[in-house]
């Protein structure tokens, strides 16, 4: 059941940052284009929680999913702070 979950966010987290970029090439507004890139971190940030507690429950990546999230989370900021110049 748990490893349904996980491909669940990966899945949907996947389809939000799509939407999201999908909809900045069609607008071409900045803030669609960082939420798109913050939503593609946090699908790769996904992707490792999955590796990490039901693929590979023996290699801890931990780390390596903290920064992915931290680097997505900052990107969103970055644009946050940028567009409200």
């Known amino acids: 059941m748990g490893a349904a979950v996980y491909i669940l966010s990966v899945?949907?987290?996947l389809c939000c940052a799509a939407l999201l970029l999908?909809?900045?090439?069609?607008?071409?507004k900045k803030l669609l284009l960082w939420s798109g890139l913050c939503f593609a971190g946090l699908t790769?940030?996904?992707?490792?929680?999955f590796l990490d507690l039901i693929i590979f429950p023996d290699v801890n990546l931990y780390r390596l999913r903290l920064i992915?999230?931290?680097?997505?989370?900052?990107?969103?900021?970055?644009g946050l702070i940028w567009e409200s110049e």
């Open 11 to 13: 899945l949907v987290s």
């Open 68 to 78: 992915t999230a931290a680097a997505a989370l900052l990107l969103l900021l970055y």
């Open 22 to 28: 999908r909809s900045y090439f069609r607008v071409r």
């Open 44 to 49: 790769i940030s996904n992707l490792f929680v």
